[in-house]
């Protein structure tokens, strides 16, 4: 199932953001949806990829599983990639996916054999 979340806002004195999620094909506009702040320590912000995997796992997967299953609405999003930066991401649409998170890849600097 694909997935759209929508950055209402970034709180860099808090490092919080203020997130709205929804399935791709929901049946209302993602604005209609209720926002959630999320506290940015807890989520890997290494880059963008790592970035929407983190968000997703940890809060947008319950969120959107409890959604209502409707008549679709097809909703517009970005999908986005490369270097982070959580205040240009501000009002803009990304996709995600909800997946099964036990296959997943994990983030390393380095490697000892």
């Known amino acids: 199932m694909k997935v759209i979340i929508k950055i209402e ?13 929804a399935r791709l094909h929901a049946p209302h506009p993602i604005e209609s949806y209720s926002p959630i702040a999320i506290n940015c320590e807890q989520l890997d912000l290494h880059d963008c990829e790592s970035f929407i995997s983190s968000l997703m796992k940890k809060f947008g997967n319950e969120k959107v599983k409890r959604l209502e299953e409707s008549e679709p609405i097809k909703n517009e999003a970005e999908t986005i990639s490369g270097k982070l930066d959580l205040p240009d991401l501000v009002g803009r649409v990304i ?18 054999l």
């Open 95 to 112: 996709e995600g996916k909800v997946e099964d998170y036990r296959r997943s890849s994990l983030n390393m600097n380095r490697v000892e």
């Open 9 to 21: 806002e970034y709180l860099p004195d808090t490092n919080q953001i203020v997130v709205r999620f």
